[in-house]
């Protein structure tokens, strides 16, 4: 197993050289602030025989495969799953019990830190058969947020990497540049340092996004997201703002599932009524007409192209098909935002004690895609986050400018990922809590109850009515055929015609 450690403090952090002591094979930490990755690469010997045998007929069951434009990208990953978890907490007992032996107290501490991460990212490699783990921490887990430890090899560790960097200003806004010390445990006799800088495909944008759905949200639930305005693409020296575009990732549970019809470019009124462009992918679970029970994978991604209104002061064309929205886009402008509207849909669920079930839906990704100039190096970054769904459906030399979700906040105590109605929250709020990047809606359902009585009540009724209309549609035919006769009416429409052709003749 190989694990490279990568602390980054910020220019407001204070950093000395003498925070790290390195003895022999061990680093020693004091009062460290920054942020920190911790990525380890196993091999498939490494790895519980659990895990290596029964990937395979999963993926097969339940992962959706990537709308790849290209197999040769090595950042793109051919199948994804999702699946919104509360807690990592199996996951650390599962490490502890599975891959870290009773005496290796260093890998025991590993998995109990896992519990405070800011995100984990599990990737595997079918080229090099190695399973990656990325586990980031945005600050320290304790009361003075600083990290405070030793770092030694283990009895499964053959090579650790340690870094302590800092982000140095580019020569290219596109570039990310790092200065720091670096140590390789076993092999460095002193923290080195260490000066590089590449091109990176993820920047930060300054500009905010909210999400929220329309309420009441009904059967046919619509995405709102909101953005300020007005909204403005990037500046870089890579590409020109004309050529950067406003993209939107869903990710939805199979409960849950867009209309590619709808959304398609044979409709643009609709598509610019809601601020929308097209639609550039869709994959996963896509039928309109299952319900939920007989969905096998675990739902579908979507990659929507935004239509940004233009800023004020610019006018649009006399002919454009997004005048049918200036109205309303323009009313909003004046209000300091904008939105886009994406039309969702519900499946039959099954049924509950509650008559009531719960969906959870992670907030969408929104970014600027930007191509970069042609004769750029783009070359790979160690630091930029990979096989991410929307990556891959993408160029190499494209640009990613993340805008900044303004999250919910949950109320202390909240269990699981259940969300709360937004707060607003501003400047120095100190509301306790936790944030959250999760929407849930509430569908009525049938409602289940323990001796059944409400499910075969609704049963019978509905073969009753069913059988009534039968008898009914039934019953009419036979007035009919009794009064008219049978076959009388075609009779009768005969002896029509030729009273007319008779009639006819006498006028000539």
Known sequence: MRERISYVHGSDDTFEPDQLLLDNDTLHIRALRAAKEDRLTFGLDELPQEVCTS???????????????????????????????????DLFLYIQNKICGRSDEVCHAKAIEMKSTDYLDVDYDTISQTLVLSVFHSQAPSPSNTWNGNHTNSQRTSTIEVGVL?????????????????????????????????????????????????????????????FPSPLSPPLTSQSSSSSCSLHTYLTLPSALF??????????????????????????????????????????????????????????????????????????????????????????YLPPTPTGLSSIDIPWPVVFWACPAQEGSKMTTNPFDRVNLGYDGLFGTRTMFYHLQPLPRILPPGTPGTL???????????????????????????????LDGRTAGFIERGTMLVVGLGVIWVLWKLWVVVRSEGLGSGRMRSRSSEQRKVTDGKKTL
């Not at 596109?174 to 460095?188: H, Q």
């Not at 006018?315 to 039309?343: E, L, M, N, R, V």
């Open 55 to 89: 990937g395979p007929p999963v993926v097969g069951e339940t992962f959706t495969g990537t709308p790849l434009i290209s197999d040769r990208f090595a950042s793109s990953a051919a199948m994804q799953y999702h699946q919104n978890l509360s807690s990592l907490t």
């Open 166 to 226: 800092a982000n140095k200003k580019p020569t290219e806004p596109e570039e990310l540049s790092m200065e720091g010390l670096l140590t390789v445990l076993g092999e460095d006799d002193r923290p080195n340092p260490t000066l590089f800088s590449f091109p990176s495909r993820h920047h930060p944008s300054p500009s905010t996004y909210s999400t929220h759905f329309l309420h009441p949200t009904g059967l046919h639930p619509t995405l709102r997201l909101t």
């Open 258 to 347: 867009a209309d590619k019809y709808q959304l398609s470019n044979s409709n643009p009124l609709f598509l610019s009524s809601n601020n929308l462009k097209s639609i550039r992918s869709i994959s996963g679970e896509t039928d309109l007409e299952a319900p939920d029970w007989v969905i096998t994978k675990w739902g579908s991604n979507m990659l929507v192209e935004l239509a940004p209104p233009p800023p004020p002061h610019s006018k649009s064309s006399p002919g454009s098909s997004s005048s049918s929205s200036d109205h309303s886009t323009s009313q909003d402008s004046q209000h300091g935002y904008w939105h886009a509207d994406i039309p969702l849909h519900l499946r």
């Open 419 to 449: 969300p709360t109605t937004p707060l607003a929250t501003t400047g120095n709020n100190s509301t306790p809590g936790r944030l959250s990047l999760l929407e849930r809606i509430e569908v009525p359902v049938l409602r289940l109850d």
